[in-house]
Nanobody, 125 residues
Framework: QVQLVESGGGSVQAGDSLRLSCAVS????????MGWFRQAPGKEREFVCA????????NGADSVQGRFTISRDNAKNTVYLQMNSLKPADTAVYYC??????????????????WGQGTQVPFSS
């Protein structure tokens, strides 16, 4: 059974940095394409970043290019999302996802079979 547990969310202000973590059990991250998605109130879940099973390929949505980075620690079996220069538009619940199909870093929600419970990143005025 694959389980994903996100952590690291919290209230932020414009320009802040935050690192989200996704602890994985039941499967090794070194052989699993992983992704981060987010869902803002009243909106559909959208792609943020993803990393291939090899770890050598990653991609991100245009809205986070140059600000967000996905990485992983194989020893800790954990995937991270480093978020810099946060904007109010980044307010959302952030979800970690894993897929056992394919090897590439997909941006499609339907490509992922396993999801975490989400961690909130709200903005404070």
């Amino acid at each position: 059974q694959v389980q994903l547990v996100e952590s690291g969310g919290g209230s932020v202000q414009a320009g802040d940095s935050l690192r989200l973590s996704c602890a994985v059990s039941g499967r090794t991250v070194s052989s699993t394409p992983m992704g981060w998605f987010r869902q803002a109130p009243g909106k559909e879940r959208e792609f943020v970043c993803a990393i291939s099973w090899s770890g050598y390929s990653s991609n991100g949505a245009d809205s986070v290019q140059g600000r967000f980075t996905i990485s992983r620690d194989n020893a800790k079996n954990t995937v991270y999302l480093q978020m810099n220069s946060l904007k109010p538009a980044d307010t959302a619940v952030y979800y970690c996802a894993a897929t056992t199909s394919g090897s590439s870093s997909s941006s499609e929600v339907t490509a992922y079979q396993y999801w975490g419970q989400g961690t909130q990143v709200p903005f404070s005025s």
